[in-house]
């Protein structure tokens, strides 16, 4: 069975270039438009992955990535954050708050689809 | 005071400008990845097509259909060699009974004469009989009986001499007819196993470039993935473009705020420097990051569009090359395919004349045996009448004996028949003898080229089978590569269409130019004017310090500093423009943009 990966961002392109490259490569695609709209579909919906912006509206992906860690459904899954900020200090935030990587747009569909396999095992 | 309240005038058109233009912009992104989707399945179809196309021409089957070739060329070959000699020999035997059937002249010559000296005998009796009257009534009937053998032997003499012509003339004809379409079709036959020995030369080319070609699949069907991905990275640009310019637009908006402050309250010279020295320097700075924003769309957006051209045109050139290697000269048909059917077809019918050529030989030697049995039938005759001569001499002779001395002449008569009746046993028996010879030679021949033809008859049935087989197995090869190149052809034509139907109508790029050029524009005027006034200061960076916490881009930060550098003298950086994944080194492994924690 394919495994489903949540991709939570504002921009509707990018959404779509990572559930493109996602479904190439065989995985099941679940879109969400900010944190909050993530927050909401995962409470329900068991993901084996979440990537996520850092910059969205209503939650963004720190916040999102410390609600996903305190629920119950989603807590354990890899998280990797996919952004266009490339500040370290930014990097160690979202490490602390429970981030298994990190990746700084524009992505190569090829990196996207190495750093999935790695994270999922 | 009013220059400040001119340019927040100015300034203002421009924030809804920016944000129109990052927030209007995204449907064209969106349509093309859209399509993008559909593009990757045609190209991966038309790959596949490829590489079935280039499997038809390599694998087990291919090569079984070489080999069966190879072998069924040889044993035509091998029978067209059979046939030939079996033809030579029978035309040899041919040419045999013509000869034996020109020394049957003499004993036809003899006959002939004998008729002659019948007549005259016969002629000659009625004249003595008449001379003696009633003593010679009884060589009457005599005479009358020699005169039925001379119509008798001149008969048969006759129907010999036409059999004779008649068997000479077909023989000869046959023979000339025989020999030549034998050389024809054996020449023909050999121009046609040379073109399949070529042939299969350009089988073995065919086979080699279309490893190459399959070589070249794996090569386009990994350039198509990496113009895909290249794809895929350009149409992300939107996401950073609209940050960027969310980015100007706070700023500006920002600055137009801090306008309306400083009109709103009394301002001394030094704040209003300042004031001024701050327009200038973010409005420069916006300048920059609006004109980088447009710069990396415009490049993004024409490297989405080079690369989906690339895709249509690497696909063009597979389904080129292999049209090329598989000798087709158009979609719908596959050349060297229907000319190697052509070929073995040919052929076929070839080795079919031949066989009918052979069979008519056959057919003529029985004639030879038929006629040579009738000739002898009135050879059978005429030594028949040689013993009938014999008696009437006998009787004619006791006649004139006891016709006593008025019977001497017809006793010299009598002589004469009799004698002849010996000349005509000895010309009926050589004619016999040759008759004889002529009957072994052809009979043996008979024999022979029976069991003969029986074996190439069987030989030909089974090239037959096997051609018709390896016919159809090309035909079925050649249906099953036309049909895939008409898949292939078609396949590539509409993605090729389709991408420049796509692409032809992407103007993000340039309405995006057009909209940020009058932003440029208006801001630079300000810049100019507020520059006049207050010159910029190495004071920039630390000034707009405020500013550089809000980027979230690496680019947005270097184009900050560059100013900055420019205007406290140091060097500026000379790129600006180009992209950069991240401020820090990230994990080698998948490249500096990923980090994994």
């Not at chain 1, 329900?44 to 963004?60: A, E, F, G, I, R």
């Not at chain 1, 998280?79 to 930014?90: F, G, N, P, Y």
């Not at chain 2, 036309?482 to 109508?505: H, K, Y």
């Not at chain 2, 140091?570 to 600006?576: I, L, M, T």
Request: charged share 25%.
């Amino acid at each position: 069975m394919a495994k489903l990966i949540m991709t939570a961002d504002d921009s509707a392109s990018v959404r779509q270039m990572v559930a493109f490259t996602l479904k190439q490569n065989g995985y099941d695609v679940i879109e969400a438009v900010d944190g909050k709209d993530a927050l909401t579909k995962l409470g329900s919906q068991k993901v084996d992955m979440l990537l996520t912006d850092l910059n969205m509206p209503n939650l963004d992906g720190i916040g999102l990535i410390k609600a996903v860690r305190g629920g119950t459904l989603n807590r354990m899954i890899p998280i990797v954050m996919l952004t266009t900020e490339s500040q370290d200090s930014r990097k160690s935030e979202g490490k602390t708050a429970g981030a298994t990587g990190w990746i700084v747009k524009p992505f190569k569909p090829e990196q996207l689809i190495a750093v999935v396999k790695k994270v999922l095992g | 005071m009013e220059l400040l309240t001119q340019w927040r005038d100015r300034i203002l058109p421009t924030i809804d400008i920016i944000k129109r233009t990052a927030g209007t912009t995204e449907d064209e992104f969106l349509q093309i990845g859209a399509r993008l989707q559909e593009f990757y399945a045609k190209s991966q179809e038309s790959s596949r097509l490829a590489h079935r196309l280039v499997d038809l021409v390599s694998d087990d089957d291919y090569h079984a259909l070489v080999a069966g070739l190879r072998r069924m060329t040889d044993e035509m070959a091998e029978y067209l060699e059979a046939s030939r000699l079996q033809n030579r020999e029978s035309c040899d035997s041919l040419e045999q009974v013509l000869e034996l059937l020109e020394t049957v002249s003499q004993p036809l010559a003899a006959f002939k004469k004998m008729d002659k000296t019948l007549r005259m005998l016969g002629i000659s009796t009625k004249i003595e009989s008449a001379r003696l009257g009633e003593a010679g009534n009884g060589f009457m009937s005599l005479a009358v009986d020699v005169g039925k053998l001379s119509c008798l032997v001149r008969e048969k003499t006759d129907s010999i001499r036409i059999q004779r012509e008649l068997l000479g003339s077909v023989l000869a004809k046959h023979l000339q007819v025989g020999k030549a379409s034998k050389l024809l079709q054996t020449k023909e036959a050999c121009s046609m196993l040379n073109a399949a020995t070529i042939s299969f030369d350009e089988l073995a080319d065919l086979n080699a470039r279309c490893s190459s070609c399959g070589e070249l699949a794996g090569q386009v069907s990994g350039e198509v993935s990496s113009s895909i991905s290249e794809v895929v990275s350009s149409l992300q640009i939107h996401d950073m473009m609209r940050q960027q310019m969310e980015h100007v637009s706070e700023a500006l908006e920002r600055l137009a705020c801090e306008v309306d402050t400083t009109l709103a309250i009394e301002c001394d010279d030094e704040r209003l420097a300042a004031a001024v020295g701050q327009v200038g320097d973010v409005c420069e700075l916006q300048v920059a990051q609006v004109q980088n924003a447009t710069n990396e769309l415009h490049e993004a957006v024409v490297s989405a569009i080079d690369n989906l051209h690339d895709i249509g045109e690497r696909q063009s050139l597979l389904s080129c090359e292999i049209m090329n290697a598989t000798g087709s000269n158009g979609a719908s048909e596959n050349s060297f395919f229907t000319d190697l059917r052509n070929v073995f077809s040919d052929l076929g019918a070839v080795l079919r004349k031949c066989a009918e050529t052979d069979r008519l030989f056959f057919a003529t030697l029985g004639k030879v045996a038929e006629t040579i049995s009738e000739i002898s039938g009135f050879v059978s005759s005429i030594e028949e009448v040689s013993t009938e001569i014999n008696l009437i001499a006998l009787n004619a002779q006791i006649r004139a004996a006891h016709t006593g001395q008025d019977g001497v002449a017809l006793g010299v008569l009598a002589e004469g028949i009799n004698s002849l009746s010996k000349v005509a046993a000895p010309q009926a028996n050589e004619l016999l003898r040759t008759l004889s010879s002529i009957s072994v030679l052809t009979d043996t021949l008979v024999s022979k080229a029976e069991c003969e033809l029986a074996v190439l008859g069987e030989r030909l049935t089974g090239m037959e089978e096997k051609s018709d087989k390896t016919v159809s197995s090309l035909e079925q090869m050649n249906e099953k590569i036309s049909r895939l190149l008409v898949d292939l052809v078609g396949s590539v034509g509409e993605l090729n269409e389709d991408i420049r139907q796509l692409t032809s109508g992407i103007t993000v790029h340039y309405s995006v130019a057009e909209l940020t050029r009058s932003v440029a524009c208006e801001l630079n005027e300000v810049v100019s004017q507020a520059r006049e006034r207050v010159p910029a200061t190495n004071e920039f960076h630390e000034n707009l310090r405020h500013m550089a916490s809000r980027y979230t881009m690496q680019s947005e930060r270097r184009i900050h500093e560059a100013i900055a550098r420019r205007h406290s003298g140091a060097a500026e950086d000379s790129v600006v423009n180009s992209m950069e994944y991240a401020d820090s080194g990230g994990d080698s492994e998948f490249g500096d943009n990923v980090d994994l924690f």
